[in-house]
């Protein structure tokens, strides 16, 4: 858990992040059980059939969210995700990984929008990725 009110929490240890936002430390370890999206959604009772679009800001677990979504993803137009091209994290995705892992899934990229940056370390952007028709 982070010392910012929880907003840089993470499963993944952090890295260069400590180079773009120093003031940022984990403050303890809570333990938790994970669930993939799909079976949380039907846990819930959520149709996701409703929703064209995935919104994702995992501090860098987001591949790892997008592999357990795989039986549902066709049915999303959209994907934003929040992703650094350094590793803020110990072991996070990257643009190219996310790109990759969806390029075999229909998805192009969409938008990109940088919302941080230090220069020596790296940006972080909001990527937009969109189905293929």
């Not at 929880?6 to 303890?28: C, F, M, R, T």
């Not at 009772?45 to 995992?58: K, N, V």
């Not at 790892?64 to 999303?76: A, D, H, P, R």
């Amino acid at each position: 858990m982070a010392d910012n009110e929880g907003h840089s929490s993470s499963i993944l240890d952090l890295n260069l992040h400590k180079d773009l936002w120093p003031q940022v430390a984990y403050e303890k370890t809570i333990t938790l059980r994970s669930k993939t999206l799909p079976s949380l959604l039907e846990e819930e009772h959520i149709d996701y059939s409703e929703y064209d679009s995935l919104i994702m800001d995992t501090q860098g677990s987001e591949l790892l969210v997008l592999k357990g979504t795989v039986s549902i993803l066709e049915n999303f137009t959209y994907i934003k995700t929040e992703v650094p091209d350094f590793e803020s994290y110990i072991g996070c995705c990257q643009p190219a990984d996310i790109a990759s892992f969806l390029a075999g899934h229909g998805y192009r990229e969409f938008s990109r929008q940088k919302n941080a940056e230090r220069p020596n370390v790296g940006s972080y952007y909001d990527i937009v990725y969109k189905r293929e028709a």
